[in-house]
């Protein structure tokens, strides 16, 4: 095993790096094995053309002349954004895609489903690719050649395309991951031609589905060659240095093999796995990840194993290749505030690095960062002064409240209600946490997990400062802080192993045949992803292979991962992970091995132990540790005095009691009234609410503009899970392709209470379908919260005067598809399913 991956003192650095889309964190490992940290701004083109490189410069005391060699520099391994950003901002490589004739627009129609449902200015999604050539070709997919290849005529247009200037191509031939004679041949002769970037479908995405195999291949076409430029870029500032980077499946690969379709979740994967390791290591094996950074916060779960995806949406991209199971919302410490005259809002849009927040003194509007601030949460005296237009000032707190105070002028002419600016500045921070616990909701609670006893393991530059209060939100009882949260995604990057993964589709029914037939595609893979590895320098028996089948039920998309073993373990594992998952079974319906997954791993890196002052023993400072300063900070609705420490000079098992402030060079964690923060002996600070939670109190029905905002994104939240399920368990092309479906809550009296963004001509006919079930089988109810002698909710007669036929009850679910009763086209068929309350007396409200 390489010192790179020992964790121990080597003769030379490695510095491991992640670059965001704000910060640029850098994390060095010193010849001695101790760990050095730097934070750059990712784009300050006035004073550096790369913050990678310039980090390693600044680091090794270099000049912007001098080069980084091999003889100082061990190796370097690195998480970008460079893939992401070129995809989001659509900067990638022209190019060509060759397709079988007659598929020519698959990809613009793609499943017909549309992204913003209710604009009504349709503007398509923009396409990756400037042509498309059709080929005179057709393979069955049982593998008769129904048309042989045009060899001429695919060798003509490819011609005239890079005549044109075109230097990428990709090529996706109907069953070609299956059949591969037509698409190789197509690729040999794009090379001839002269194309510098070739990507196959059968190489890239070798799984069924024709419109995201294509969708990735096209991507990698677009993105590898950015990618290449970037990697060449940065190497030709280094010479003799190993140069690694992240993957989005969470394992490390060589410069040389890094491919666009493994780099859209380069930076987050690295977080997830520095997040995952410091988590054991402190003896937390059930957690959730919250990465909170200057443009979004990215979530993840984490119970012993990582989770990954296969079929992911990025930038309006589908992509299907393995990536790092991360949920991203648009609520960073970038994130900026708004305010439309009656809500107020928090994103999604960023201020990014530049100009940034209004305290980093370039003119940029108010964010998330500024709320923090405006509350005394973020002390520009203990901020790193690296703002202004020399890069040297310290946050500007004065132009914040400045800011704050006409929002408050603004909100109170619109509204009529009156806050102070402190008040507005907590507002849209509890909007901020409500929708970063709505996130983790998704990929906890809506797969069936209940984290009520889980950890937040928090990370990121802006996580320490919200953890409590999300913790709070989803009632978790403790958080961790790495000593190296605030760069963890970097610290993550030389925490990971070099990973290679192969996958193929198998479509044969879990028996006997279909066994034998995954075990051999499993024994290729393996084979090849071993080869890999080997060829990147890892030694053979050191490689550890993992074995996975992918399995769905018969009809279904929907498919599952379990780990590979006999049939009935197969089954036995695919029914446990569904019905966590959705709740029930199909005991009725076959299982299908949609596809194999071989992943093999290089030797195991081992976490490079950050020990606290007290650690050591003699000289250790008291654990009665004091504060440096006391500082004004508002929390639970109040200003307080609140110490403020830091973290560098906290004796292991100092406590510190809420409100308080800890800071040091990379992150600011707050510790909110009522939880104690404790430093371990391992340096890291565990944060545990020693208080009660509050008992909820009614927040009355006056309009709030911060109410309103945190519970329409609440009630949203919930119908767009009702739609996750019932995507993803659906039979119906219709339902799990196009999305034809609509999900909505209503109230007790049947009105509208939020809706998922879903097909519009449903959600706009079905309140009428639930008030004829309310019509028909419910009497008109009494109001609870009306004082003695009020009439009836509603204006029907008097509570009890009508007896209905069939009552409601619990248990009940009414499908209907009538005309007069809000029904649409006959085949639309709308599920109403009230919902009680515990005793099963009162409808609370109805789900459709």
Known sequence: MSEANSGKAGSRWQFWIDRGGTFTDVVARRPDGSLQTAKLLSENPELYPDAAVEGIRRMLGLGPDDPIVGARVEAVKMGTTVATNALLERHGEPLLLAVTRGFRDALRIAYQNRPKLFERRIVLPELLHEQVVEIDERVSVDGEVLVPLDEAGAAAAFRRAFDDGLRAIAIVLMHGYRHVAHEERLAQ????????????????????????????????????????????????????????FMQSNGGLTDAHTFQGKDSILSGPAGGIVGMARVSSAAGFDRVIGFDMGGTSTDVSHYAGEFERELDTLVAGVRMRAPMMSIHTVAAGGGSILHFDGARMRVGPDSAGANPGPACYRRGGPLTVTDANVMLGKLQPRFFPPVFGRDGNEPLDADIVRERFTALAAEIAAATGRRMSPEEVAQGFLD??????????????????????SYTLTTFGGAGGQHACLVADALAMPRVLAHPLAGVLSAYGMGLAEQVAMRERSVEHRLDDAGH?????VLDELEAAASAELVAQGEAAERLRPARRLLLRYEGTDTSLPVAWGPIETLRADFERAYRQRFAFLLPDRALIIESAIAEVLGAPAE?????????????????????????????????????????DSLATGTAIDGPAIVVEATATTIVEPGWRATVSERGDLVLERFV?????????????????????????SIAEQMGYRLQNTAHSVNIKERLDFSCAIFDADGNLVANAP???????????????VIREHVAPQADPNAASGAGAAGDGPAAGSRRPRDPLKPGDVYMLNDPYAGGTHLPDVTVITPVFDEAGERILFYVG
Do not use: C
Request: zero cysteines; proline letters at 7%; a positive charge.
């Open 189 to 244: 002769i794009a090379r001839e031609i002269g194309f510098t970037q070739v990507s196959v479908s059968h190489r890239v995405s070798p799984l069924i589905r024709f419109v995201p195999r294509g969708d990735t291949t096209v991507v990698d076409a677009y993105l590898s060659p950015v990618l290449r430029r970037y990697v060449q870029q940065v190497a030709a500032s280094m010479q003799g240095v190993t140069l690694q």
């Open 607 to 647: 976490e490079s132990h950050i020990a606290g002052p007290g650690a050591s023993g003699a000289g250790a400072p008291s654990p009665a540790t004091t504060a440096v300063a006391t500082v004004p900070m508002f929390a639970g609705g109040d200003w307080r005095d609140t110490p403020l420490y830091e973290r």
């Open 692 to 716: 009660p939670r509050p008992k909820r109190v009614a927040v009355g029905t006056d309009a709030d503009p911060v109410m309103l905002e945190i519970f329409n994104n609440l009630f949203m």
């Open 431 to 452: 909007i901020a946490v409500a929708n970063m616990a709505n996130a983790i909701k998704k990929i906890s609670v809506q797969r069936g997990y209940d984290i009520t």
């Open 758 to 772: 879903h097909m519009p001509v449903h959600l706009g006919s079905m309140g009428a379908s639930v008030q004829a």
């Open 516 to 520: 034998a037939q995954a075990a051999a």
